[in-house]
Every structure is written in C-alpha cells, then in structure tokens.
C-alpha cells in the first residue's frame, strides 16, 4: 500500500489469530508510538468461517487464497499450522511484504532454511514470533546475564510443560502430524525453550536428546482413528557455546502443568528462575548465600512497563503479544533490523532437528 499506515493481512485465526488480534487491538492506547495499522484482510479456506472470524476480531474483508492476500497487504501475519509457513511466508517477501510467522518456522529444517534465505534477500521485516523473549521478566533476566551479574554461566536448566494430551482420547490434530506440523512438543514447546536459552545465554553446540509418543493413535473430530506421527514428549542435554550445560524438556503429558515454562540460569556469582505461571516475577541470587530474592518486575523502569500500570500493577501472557507486535510492526514501518528474524527461527530449528537426528541415532549430534 505505501501509506503511513500499514495494511495487514492474517493467515489463520485460531488461538493465535486471536492473540495477535488483542494485540492489534491494544497498540493505539498503550503503544502510541507504534505504527498505526489498518486491519484489512483475513485469510482462511473455509469462507465462512474467515468472515466470521475476520467480524470478530476486527478485519475488514476475506480471502481464501494466501496469494490474494499477499497482494493487498504491506505486513502478513503467518499463523496457520506449521506447515502453511513456508511457501506464503517466501512469496510474501519476494513481494517485499513484512512477514511476522509463528514458531516453530517450519516442520522441517529445510523449510526454515529457505524462509530464512528468503528474508534475506528481501528488504522487508521477517519476524519468528518468539513471545516469551517479551516477558519484561526475561528481559530483565537477560539484562542481568549481558551485564555479567550472574558471572559465568555454568546450568541452564529449561521445561515447557503441558497436560492436554494426558487423555488418551484426547482429539487428534494437525499439532500430531508429522507432516503439517513437523515435532510435536519439540517444536512447538521446546522451540520456546530453546530460544530462551540461546537468548539469554548462547548458541547451543551439541545435543544429546530423545523423543517419546505414549499414545499412537487419536480420534479426530469424526470420531476416526488417526495417527499420531510426533513426539508426545522430549528431552535433551546439550552444551552451549560459552560452555555451559544445558537440559531442556518439553511435554504435553505431564500431569496437572498446564502451561509450565520454566527456565533457569546459574552462574559463578549468582543465579535466575522464571517460571511464566508467575510472569512478574524473577527470582533472583546475587552471589550471597542468603538465597533467591523474588523480584516484581513492574516498575515503571522495568522492560516494556512504562505502557501499562502502576507498579504491582501485574500484566499477563497476552501482553507478550502487545510488546511483540509493537516492535515489529515499529521495524517494519522504520526498515530497521528486528530481533528474532528468520535467521533466529531457522537456528531453533537446527537444534530441534539435531534433537530429533540424536534420538533416532542414539548418539550425540554436533550443530
Ligand atoms: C500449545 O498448546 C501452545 O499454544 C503453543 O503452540 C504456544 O506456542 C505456547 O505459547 C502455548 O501453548
């Protein structure tokens, strides 16, 4: 379009589409300094269900055709299953269209590699929507960990877990194929892990990882049985960069967590845990022995705060999304570089690939 303003498009608009859809929502009134947005296209196969959606959240009008839509957006928001990533996410760029895609990148790792290849040959923003890197707590963590307060980083220690597939008869879906959705609770749950590590501390190096599926087989809606070709659970040690150890682990099976993601980081002189069931808090040990001092990060000064309320004044998961967008959508209207891209997506993606080559090889896998 080429106006001040830019267009969006949505491709896909379940649980995610209505994320990013409050987070459009809440920018004019709590980040003034963002872009201004015009919602103008929501895309989905089912024409019906698009306008009804594109009526809930907001959207002006419908394609069902991602080319269409492609061609009358400046910004795509990609948030369809995994395996709808790829092909719209590199048109849309070689149109010069500002991508914002949903983690994991791709099912696989090629996939990611050729989006990432495509962001950068394009002038136009490409965002892996990594939002957990906009906990003000995480980032406040990180802050830390750059400013050497934890000393040398010694244990990251990261979980993501979750308990909807507990259920045998738990339904079937796109997130159980292999095909749409590449891993199962690796990249969608440990891809959060991993970033945060590889965030707030450093590249992972080496994996040593195994994948498990406890249950074969799930009914889908028709009442059909349907194969289940990802992991149900995983996990993995792995070494970083700085030399460091790692484990991560991520599950949809572990009884009575419902969205458990957990990190910690110690080092020489001190040390942190986040846990986003309490988001505004950091527990925090700074080289003392007198143990954790747990830290409400909603201080004015504090990550991403000055937009909301006043001190103790708690935000929640959704905002991640606020502060997300607005930093995308600031880069996208400024041409500036933004932080995670593609190159970030298809870097989770090595490591969950290298994850997945360790457990079928039984053995180490060097990235
Ligand atoms: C899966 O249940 C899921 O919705 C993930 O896809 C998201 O990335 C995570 O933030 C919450 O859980």
Not at 134 to 143: D, G, H, L, M, S
Request: glycine fraction near 8%; charge should be negative; charged fraction near 30%.
């Amino acid at each position: 379009m080429g106006t001040d303003t830019l267009s969006i498009g949505v491709l896909g608009y379940g649980f995610m589409g209505k994320a990013h859809a409050n987070a459009l929502g809440r920018l004019p009134l709590f980040f003034p300094d963002a872009p201004d947005v015009s919602l103008d296209v929501l895309c989905g196969r089912d024409a019906d269900a698009a306008r009804e959606a594109a009526d809930r959240f907001g959207f002006a009008d419908v394609e069902t055709d991602w080319r269409d839509a492609i061609e009358r957006v400046d910004v795509l928001y990609n948030l369809g299953p995994n395996d709808v990533h790829v092909e719209p996410s590199i048109r849309a760029l070689d149109e010069g269209v500002h991508v914002l895609c949903e983690k994991p990148l791709a099912p696989t790792l090629d996939g990611a590699k050729r989006m990432a290849e495509a962001a950068a040959r394009s002038d136009a923003v490409a965002a892996t929507a990594f939002n957990y890197r906009f906990v003000p707590a995480i980032e406040y963590a990180r802050q830390l960990i750059a400013d050497g307060v934890l000393g040398e980083i010694r244990h990251v220690r990261a979980r993501y877990l979750q308990d909807w597939l507990v259920d045998p008869d738990a339904p079937w879906s796109w997130r159980l194929d292999a095909d749409s959705a590449g891993a199962g609770a690796l990249g969608d749950l440990g891809a959060h892990s991993i970033d945060l590590a590889q965030f707030l501390v450093d590249d992972v190096t080496a994996v040593s990882g195994q994948c498990t599926t406890f249950v074969d087989e799930r009914p889908d809606d028709d009442g059909r049985s349907r194969s289940v070709t990802v992991d149900d659970a995983f996990s993995a040690q792995a070494t970083l960069a700085c030399g460091a150890t790692a484990t991560f682990e991520a599950t949809r099976c572990a009884t009575g967590h419902k969205n458990t993601n957990a990190i910690e980081v110690e080092g020489t002189e001190g040390a942190i845990r986040f846990d986003l069931e309490r988001l505004n808090e950091l527990d925090v040990l700074r080289g003392d022995d007198r143990g954790f001092e747990t830290v409400l990060v909603t201080d004015p000064d504090d990550p991403y705060i000055e937009h909301w309320w006043p001190p103790g004044h708690t935000i929640g998961w959704e905002h991640t999304f606020v502060h997300e967008n607005a930093a995308f959508l600031r880069a996208a209207a400024d041409g500036d570089d933004y932080e995670p891209d593609f190159g970030t997506g298809r870097d989770v993606q090595r490591v969950v690939d290298a994850i997945q080559r360790s457990d079928e090889r039984r053995e180490w896998v060097s990235l």
